[in-house]
């Protein structure tokens, strides 16, 4: 075996992992005193939050005014938008339900964590259903959308800025080269910041794991196995799914013979963007149109993540219970899909996205901000399978779009 690519393409996330194992041991074997380099988890924290915000902006307005541009317009867009809402609220459903019976937290005794917690505040808790949403998706001031508090109106915003600029005649191109360009500047930064984290954030999880006992330790044991069945069920059962009702029962082993390679890839590199070319020359193989692969598949790398959505709403659920913060019902259910819907989205639109999903979960249910690095471990410690799902369902979605999709 070669290692000089597998450290490449997973070095940093085993430096990581092995920087929150030894802040792990450390946070057990000092208790307490291990608040002593909590400034360092701070500084770092601090660090990423500065450069949240800009980055949020440039890089949904340069995703959006890229694909105002890119061609997909009418009845394709529109297909392939349809497509992967369905598809994302399948996943975010099952994750739902799957977390309802099993939730990682599960007999923790919680007593303990609460009283080294800040309480939460759920923006959902109080006013009537028109103020919430209204509060939740806008603020009444501009400089108030300079805060990381307000992730989701700084993120319709964006939106807009993006498709007014991608939708005009005269400034579309330097628009978009200067989004492109101030996302990738942005991005260079986030990078040199993200070169700390084994060292800070193995810092902030040995206060963590000093404050709040093996627990919390546990905790995240089951929530990688259970995220791990879930897996499962998205990969081999609801693309299953999804293939019977785009190329019917005789597609299946094709399917599954041609995604070999492509999913092969995405575990070997842990990127979505790497297994671009595979999966549209998988994707054109089983009889989707090049129009339609070629615009589709980049497009869901961006904005379409299935397993990035099953695991935003299992950082809800685990933020939620560690905080004592009750869910349940309908309301719960519809905020819970929309909020992990848009980690998956927000995640694939940002480049080097640090805590972007953990933080904007922070900032819709009302969580402290600090709060983002702890759901963070189990993002790093699922990042191979959650990646696999996602590459393996932007084909799917390639095929369900082509299923959908009228020849001209």
């Known amino acids: 075996m070669h290692l000089t690519p597998f450290l490449k393409n997973y070095g940093a996330t085993l430096l990581l992992l092995l920087g929150i194992v030894l802040g792990a041991v450390a946070g057990l074997l000092f208790g307490e005193d291990a608040a002593v380099v909590k400034p360092l988890g701070d500084l770092f924290l601090n660090l990423i939050f500065v450069l949240i915000v800009p980055l949020v902006f440039f890089s949904v307005a340069s995703a959006i005014c890229n694909m105002r541009r ?87 915003i964006a939106a807009l800025a993006g498709f007014a600029a991608g939708s005009s005649r005269s400034y579309a191109e330097p628009v978009a080269r200067a989004l492109g360009n101030v996302t990738a500047w942005i991005a260079d930064m986030l990078r040199i910041i993200m070169k700390l984290a084994p060292v800070c954030l193995g810092c902030f999880f040995a206060y963590t794991v000093g404050m709040l006992g093996g627990q919390l330790l546990e905790g995240y044991f089951r929530a990688f196995i259970i995220f791990l069945g879930l897996t499962v069920v998205l990969y081999f059962g609801l693309h299953t799914l999804y293939v019977w009702i785009a190329l019917g029962r005789k597609g299946i082993l094709p399917f599954w013979k041609a995604i070999l390679v492509p999913s092969l890839t995405a575990m070997g ?140």
Not at 93 to 101: C, E, K, N, P, R
Not at 117 to 140: E, K
Not at 270 to 296: F, H, M, T, W, Y
Not at 378 to 405: C, H, K, Q, W, Y
Request: net charge neutral; aromatic share 6%; charged share 10%.
């Open 70 to 156: 890119g061609g997909l317009v009418g009845r394709l867009l529109g297909t392939t938008l349809g497509v992967f809402l369905v598809t994302s609220i399948i996943a975010a459903t099952v994750s739902y339900l799957a977390l309802l019976v099993w939730n990682p937290l599960d007999g923790a005794d919680r007593t303990q964590i609460l009283s080294h917690l800040p309480p939460a505040d759920p923006g959902a808790a109080s006013g009537s259903l028109a103020a919430t949403l209204v509060g939740t998706f806008t603020v009444s001031d501009f400089p108030m959308l300079l805060s990381k508090s307000h992730l989701l109106p700084l993120i319709l």
């Open 269 to 408: 590199t842990c990127s979505s963007a790497a297994c671009i070319p595979q999966n549209i020359e998988a994707a054109k193989s089983l009889g989707v149109r090049p129009v339609i692969a070629d615009a589709v598949i980049p497009l869901g790398v961006n904005i379409h993540k299935d397993g990035s959505v099953q695991l935003g709403v299992m950082k809800i659920v685990f933020l939620m219970t560690l905080l004592g913060v009750g869910y349940g019902g309908f309301g719960s259910y519809l905020s819970f899909v929309g909020v992990a819907i848009l980690v998956g989205a927000v995640m694939g639109a940002i480049p080097t996205g640090g805590m972007t999903g953990e933080l904007l979960v922070c900032s819709v249910f009302g969580f402290e901000p600090g709060m983002a690095a702890v759901v963070m471990v189990i993002s790093t410690m699922v990042d191979i399978p959650a990646t696999l799902t996602n590459s393996t369902g932007n084909v799917v979605s390639a095929l369900l779009v082509e299923r959908f999709t009228p020849k001209q």
